[in-house]
Structures are given as structure tokens and as C-alpha cells.
């Protein structure tokens, strides 16, 4: 795409995006013209965790795109203690807002099963919706979805299931948080 042309990543969207070089590979951070603000791994794109967002959808790049939001993403990476508080709950159903905003209150350092979610949400049967849920993750690292782990292992990572590179990113993120630093 000509660098003069923007990408609309929904229908009446337009984005810009801007790569960050994290401790767990390329992540990107995406903001529309309307301010929804979307984060994930580059390379995880085009995958079964994108919900539909491809490389093209992230819009322009824009190097300098929210500068201060980027800072504390890297810094929650590397294991320091950071408020997303002011960053909203992106859309979805009301059982997934209620699961992410749930998992928003996982502290760091902290791990709870899905199952352990989906009775925090009132739906003690819902341990695989929760897993659902964790997948559509639109805002990984502000929604920790790392720190939500399977009864039995770290579990899938972004859908892409428990096998490959995506769990031990999870483990990165939560081994990161074990020392947690201010």
C-alpha cells in the first residue's frame, strides 16, 4: 500500500499503528481516528487469535503514536508494576467485558485458572467461555490475559492453543511479573 493511503481497519476506521520492539517479539499498538486503541503481537496477525485483523487492517505507521501509552506497555513487559486504569474495556459482549474487566483485576505476579474467572464473572460452568473470552483479547498486557492459565498448565496463549512460541511468551510475561519492580 502507498504510504499516502490509509487502511480502514473496520468499516468507518481509520488507523494507524506503530511496532514496538518488546521483550517477546513485535507488538503492535493500533488507534483509530474514533480512539479505539487495540494491542497484540505482530506476528500473531493473520492467525486463529486475530479476530479478523490482519497486517493491512493496523492502518499507516506512525512511529510517534501515543508515545506515553507505548512507555508503559514496555514497561509492563519488563516486569514493572503499571496502571492501564485509564484505558477503557474495548467493545464486546457483555460476558466478555465482564471476563476481561474481571481479568483487569488479576494482580500482577498473580495467576488464576479460567475456571477461577468464570466464578469470579458468576458462570461457574463457563471455564471454556472464559477461554473464549481471553482469545477476542483485543488489549493484551492492559486485559492480562497471561495471567489467566489453565487448570493443569500455562494453556493457550492468543488461540494459538498451548504448543509453538505463544506459551512461553506467556511465561515471559508472568516470570517478568514474579519480580515485579516499581
Known amino acids: 500500500m502507498p504510504p499516502h493511503e490509509e487502511s480502514r481497519c473496520d468499516r468507518d476506521e481509520v488507523a494507524r499503528h506503530r511496532i514496538l520492539d518488546s521483550p517477546t517479539g513485535s507488538f503492535y499498538v493500533m488507534r483509530t ?5 487495540e494491542t497484540g503481537w505482530f506476528d ?12 493491512e487492517s493496523l492502518g499507516m505507521a506512525d512511529p510517534h503514536l ?5 512507555r508503559r ?5 519488563r516486569g514493572h508494576s503499571v496502571d492501564f486504569e485509564d484505558i477503557e474495556t474495548p467493545p464486546g459482549t457483555g460476558f466478555q467485558r465482564a471476563v476481561w474487566n474481571a481479568a483487569r483485576k488479576i494482580p500482577p505476579g498473580m495467576t488464576i485458572t479460567y475456571g477461577q474467572l468464570a466464578d469470579r464473572v458468576h458462570r461457574p460452568k463457563a471455564a471454556r467461555a472464559v477461554g473464549q473470552a481471553m482469545r477476542r483479547n483485543r488489549l493484551p498486557i492492559v486485559i492480562p490475559c497471561h495471567r489467566v492459565i489453565g487448570a493443569g498448565d500455562l494453556g493457550g496463549f492468543g488461540g494459538h492453543g498451548s504448543k509453538g512460541r ?3 511468551i506467556k511465561s515471559m510475561l508472568l516470570e517478568a511479573e514474579s519480580g515485579l519492580r516499581p
Do not use: Q
Not at 500473531?44 to 497486517?55: C, E, I, N, V, Y
Open 44 to 55: 500473531m496477525l493473520d492467525g486463529p487469535g486475530a479476530g479478523g485483523r490482519t497486517s
Open 73 to 77: 506497555i514496555l514497561h509492563a513487559m
Open 66 to 70: 501515543l508515545p506515553e501509552f507505548c
Open 166 to 168: 505463544w506459551p512461553s
Open 33 to 37: 481516528d474514533t480512539g479505539h486503541v
